[in-house]
């Protein structure tokens, strides 16, 4: 039987890593996949997740399972994270995921059950794993204009326009903040416009929010969310702790679904339960474990909190001086780096290019162009401003 298989099309990130490893250069420098390093090329554990897991150590008495819903307590601080304040908050239910993916794949999957004629429409361009996950589900997928490939930014009448055309088969996914793999976010008033445009012509809207406090901060990278779940009847939301929680291989993940009331989100969440059962049944605890720990406890959310800041702050300071650097070499091509959020940017560069800088620099980015700023090391800036000078001139 396995003879008659044709071989897998390897993943464009994932595939890049195992390259990545392989390369034997002392300079090479991996801007592919979204992890945060620090400054010496690490992805720390971060110190709330650390002690954390010291007080998991001394107290957890059993590994029995939790249930498919995994930890309440770790869904319902999911909740209060992303949706404190707002209307939507005592009618929204969770169900803790492997991963954001994990919730992708549970919202689609309830999203066929629902209607299997559901389209669901996703930003120009979009996260690689968006269409595979939507389209495993039994979804159609098409793609809104969203990206400006001159300006670097949303183009928001564009966006608009098409949405205009979205109905009550149609679900609009969004991107919570920082958009991978561009960096360029949608304004407030554009989540107003789509949340207005949500109501006059009933499509669902599907936001994934994996990078909540990589931008600006976690009020401001919350804020176009929690004005759409505040201002609309029925949403969903898949989140994940992968990158602020530094939690990636722990693959720790929410599903939440805002109701129009809370019997409507939990009706859902049951038919989400039955899903998971038929799939991976219930999910890994140890990451939700540890979140559940740090964001019920005041004095680990403000370690953690500080910590988030300071990569926040120090992936901006990345964004400014790779612009400086490059300003002061006399490129003025890529200054929009500055502008987006996030970890990625989308840097126009053509295949061709990212292939030059893989080859001749030992620069990995991913082939569309994205290259993942929290990847990169001050003291490489000077070498890839260089490289990016090289290749586009
Ligand atoms: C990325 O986009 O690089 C990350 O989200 C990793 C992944 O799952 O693809």
Redesign the pocket.
């Known amino acids: 039987m396995f003879t008659q298989l044709s071989a897998a099309q390897p993943d464009p990130?994932?595939s890049l890593s195992l390259i990545y490893n392989a390369d034997q250069r002392e300079n090479k420098m991996d801007l592919g996949?979204?992890v945060y390093r620090n400054n010496h090329g690490q992805t720390p554990i971060m110190t709330a997740i650390s002690q954390a897991e010291t007080r998991l150590l001394q107290t957890q008495t059993t590994k029995s399972y939790v249930g498919l819903a995994g930890s309440e307590v770790f869904n319902q601080a999911m909740i209060d994270l992303l949706l404190a304040n707002t209307s939507a908050h005592s009618r929204t239910v969770g169900v803790q995921t492997p991963g954001a993916?994990g919730a992708l794949r549970m919202l689609a999957d309830l999203l066929h059950v629902a209607n299997a004629n559901t389209t669901v429409w996703l930003t120009d361009p979009s996260?690689?794993?968006h269409k595979p996950v939507m389209e495993a589900a039994g979804l159609k997928v098409k793609f809104y204009p969203y990206f400006d490939r001159v300006t670097k930014q949303v183009n928001t009448d564009a966006m608009l326009s098409a949405l205009a055309q979205a109905g009550s088969n149609d679900v609009v996914l969004l991107h919570g903040c920082c958009h991978?793999?561009t960096g360029a976010d949608i304004s407030l008033e554009d989540w107003q416009a789509i949340t207005a445009l949500a109501n006059k012509n009933g499509f669902m809207p599907f936001v994934d929010m994996?990078y909540l406090g990589f931008g600006d901060s976690l009020e401001q990278d919350g804020a176009g969310l929690k004005f759409m779940a505040d201002n609309i009847e029925e949403m969903m939301i898949a989140t994940s702790c992968s990158k602020n929680f530094g939690l990636y291989r722990e693959r720790t993940g929410a599903a939440l679904l805002v109701g129009g009331n809370i019997s409507d989100a939990q009706k859902a969440k049951g038919r989400i339960l039955t899903l998971a059962r038929a799939s991976y049944t219930m999910p890994p605890d140890h990451g939700a474990a540890l979140v559940a720990d740090i964001l019920t406890d005041s004095a680990l959310t403000a370690v953690w909190k500080q910590e988030l800041t300071m990569m926040q702050q120090r992936i901006i300071g990345l964004r400014q001086r790779l612009v400086q650097t490059l300003t002061a070499k006399g490129c003025d091509q890529f200054t929009f780096i500055a502008d987006h959020k996030g970890m990625f940017s989308m840097t126009g560069l053509s295949p061709e290019q990212i292939m030059r800088l893989r080859d001749e620099f030992a620069i990995y980015a991913v082939g569309d162009g994205r290259v993942?700023i929290a990847g990169l090391q001050e003291q490489q800036i000077d070498y890839l401003a260089d490289a990016l000078i090289a290749v586009t001139q």
Request: neutral net charge.
């Open positions: 990130i994932l996949i979204g993916s996260y690689v794993n991978n793999p994996a993942n």
